[in-house]
């Protein structure tokens, strides 16, 4: 069995046990997050509307945070002597997929 969710504008594809690096979620460290699925896999049946997957959930537990890959930029303008040099590191949560309901 397994599930596409939605998390920060992204789709994620997880199992139980997996473990995932998510958009910042709100919460502690050990604390529990229920994420809604957009599409879930068990066996043969597929659930991919929303009037089935009302009742379904994904559970989870934030492990902590991870830092993703730095980005670097820069930004040149000619003739105007104009040069301006940039970096980014998105920060994620780290979560680990516990449970997945399907819901009756």
Do not use: W
């Amino acid at each position: 069995m397994y599930a596409v969710i939605k998390s920060g504008g992204k789709q994620e594809k997880v199992e139980v046990g997996s473990l995932v690096n998510l958009e910042l979620l709100e919460g502690n460290d050990e604390q529990e997050v229920v994420l809604s699925p957009v599409l879930l896999v068990d066996g043969t049946k597929v659930m991919a509307t929303p009037k089935l997957l009302e009742n379904a959930s994904v559970k989870g537990k934030i492990l902590g945070e991870a830092k993703g890959k730095k980005v670097r930029g820069f930004v040149y303008r000619p003739k105007a002597r104009g040069r301006r040099r940039f970096g980014h590191r998105q920060h994620y949560s780290r979560v680990e997929i516990t449970e997945i309901n399907v819901g009756k």
